[in-house]
């Protein structure tokens, strides 16, 4: 089932970000990268502030939160991470489509994305395509991800 955010699912979220960088993420970035990206620990109080401001979908899987995406109003997904208990199971899938769905249903033409080196095939099977590699850098460290983005 995917849902909007309710008061209360940063907590999950929080700790959904933390072990996605540090369990899924880290298959393909190095520690240092992980580190830059997030702390060992979920930030709790960063994503109660996140979260009420974005107010992401939520996936809910067997009654716990399984994954989450946030949506910007202009196409734009700007977080997307599943617990490393539920990847491969569709869900990552489920929330990619809802949101593509999503924006073509309020006539926005164009969905993009930072796609991390780990979820690129995942947006590429959902019809999205590359644009560009790109470097960001966080706290000094420079981590690869690619511009993607997919047209109604």
């Excluded at 979260?51 to 009654?63: G, I, N, Q, Y």
């Excluded at 491969?88 to 073509?104: E, K, P, Q, S, W």
Aim: charged share 25%; glycine share 4%.
């Amino acid at each position: 089932m995917i849902r909007v955010f309710k008061h209360g699912d940063h907590t999950a979220i929080a700790e959904i970000f933390t072990n996605a960088v540090h369990r899924i993420a880290s298959e393909v970035y190095s520690l240092e990268q992980c580190l830059a990206w997030s702390s060992l620990e979920p930030n709790y109080d960063h994503w109660k502030r996140r979260c009420e401001l974005k107010r992401p979908f939520v996936a809910v899987t067997d009654s716990e939160i399984s994954g989450f995406l946030e949506l910007d109003p202009d196409g734009h997904i700007d977080c997307a991470y599943i617990h490393p208990k539920f990847k491969r199971r569709g869900i990552m899938t489920c929330l990619v489509r809802h949101a593509v769905d999503t924006c073509f249903a309020f006539n926005i033409g164009r969905v993009y994305v930072d796609a991390s080196i780990c979820i690129r095939p995942l947006f590429e099977k959902a019809g999205f395509k590359v644009i560009r590699e790109n470097v960001v850098t966080i706290n000094g460290i420079q981590l690869l991800n690619f511009k993607m983005e997919l047209l109604k």
